[in-house]
């Protein structure tokens, strides 16, 4: 009996000198708890932004793609039946030459509103992506500090760890490059170069 009390006393005495898991120690301690469930909820809110933004990203190429095929298209069938009305009027070429300012014109400003919704479509495109990258970097600093208080348990500061996380946050700055041309700029100079070229082409057709 003796013995066994002896085995019992040397079982309890290791179990109390073995410390506790991380996981156990933050289960045991309300502080520590409370934290985790917060920044696990907002990884998990974090995730859902970074979905939707995701979607919001393919939805605007998908609407730019639209307006690209709206531009070439319009303007192929314009060409077309202005090829096809000087070609049934012969000997009134005259006539449609001097009434050409207004196909031209309607051309033009139908143009420069697809030319603006490209623009402003790929500007929001390009601050989507911006708003995801950020998001992205928000579950990374998130992430780390989640892994940090699984690893730490009650060893892991509060206050220290959590005012680190939030001045990683707000002292992000975003670099501001010098302005130089993009993409976006070369897709609207090229756009309106065909604008240009599609006047052209309707003074030809008018005229010649």
Same mark, same amino acid.
């Given at each position: 009996m003796a &013995?066994? /009390? /002896?085995?019992k006393?040397?079982?309890?005495l290791?179990?109390?000198?073995k410390?506790?898991h991380?996981? $156990?120690?933050?289960?045991e #301690?309300?502080? $520590?708890?409370l934290?985790?469930?917060?920044w696990?909820?907002?990884?998990e809110l974090?995730?859902?932004r970074?979905?939707?933004?995701?979607?919001?990203i393919?939805?605007?190429?998908?609407?730019? #793609?639209?307006?690209y095929c709206? %531009?070439?298209?319009? $303007?192929?069938?314009?060409?077309?039946l202005?090829?096809?009305?000087?070609? @049934?009027?012969?000997?009134? !070429?005259? $006539? %449609?030459? *001097? *009434?050409?300012w207004?196909?031209?014109?309607s051309?033009?400003?139908?143009?420069?509103?697809?030319? @603006?919704?490209?623009?402003?479509k790929t500007?929001?495109?390009?601050h989507?992506? !911006?708003?995801?990258e950020?998001e992205k970097e /928000? &579950?990374q600093?998130?992430a780390k500090?989640?892994?940090e208080l !699984?690893?730490k348990g009650?060893?892991f500061?509060?206050? !220290?760890?959590v005012d680190?996380?939030?001045?990683?946050k707000?002292l992000?700055?975003?670099s501001?490059?010098?302005?130089r041309?993009s993409?976006? /700029?070369?897709?609207t100079?090229?756009f309106? #170069?065909?604008s240009?070229?599609?006047?052209g %082409?309707t003074?030809?057709?008018?005229c010649?």
């Amino acid at each position: 009996m003796a &013995g066994e /009390d /002896d085995n019992k006393k040397l079982t309890s005495l290791i179990m109390e000198s073995k410390p506790l898991h991380p996981l $156990h120690q933050i289960a045991e #301690t309300p502080s $520590h708890k409370l934290l985790l469930k917060q920044w696990l909820k907002e990884e998990e809110l974090i995730l859902n932004r970074i979905s939707l933004k995701a979607t919001q990203i393919d939805s605007a190429r998908n609407e730019i #793609t639209q307006l690209y095929c709206l %531009f070439f298209l319009f $303007h192929s069938i314009a060409l077309i039946l202005l090829f096809s009305a000087s070609s @049934w009027a012969p000997n009134g !070429k005259g $006539h %449609f030459c *001097k *009434k050409s300012w207004i196909p031209s014109l309607s051309s033009l400003f139908c143009s420069l509103g697809i030319i @603006w919704a490209i623009r402003y479509k790929t500007d929001v495109e390009s601050h989507l992506e !911006k708003l995801l990258e950020r998001e992205k970097e /928000d &579950g990374q600093l998130l992430a780390k500090c989640v892994e940090e208080l !699984k690893k730490k348990g009650v060893e892991f500061d509060l206050l !220290k760890e959590v005012d680190a996380l939030r001045r990683a946050k707000s002292l992000r700055v975003e670099s501001k490059a010098v302005r130089r041309w993009s993409s976006r /700029d070369f897709v609207t100079l090229f756009f309106f #170069t065909v604008s240009c070229l599609v006047l052209g %082409f309707t003074r030809v057709i008018l005229c010649s």
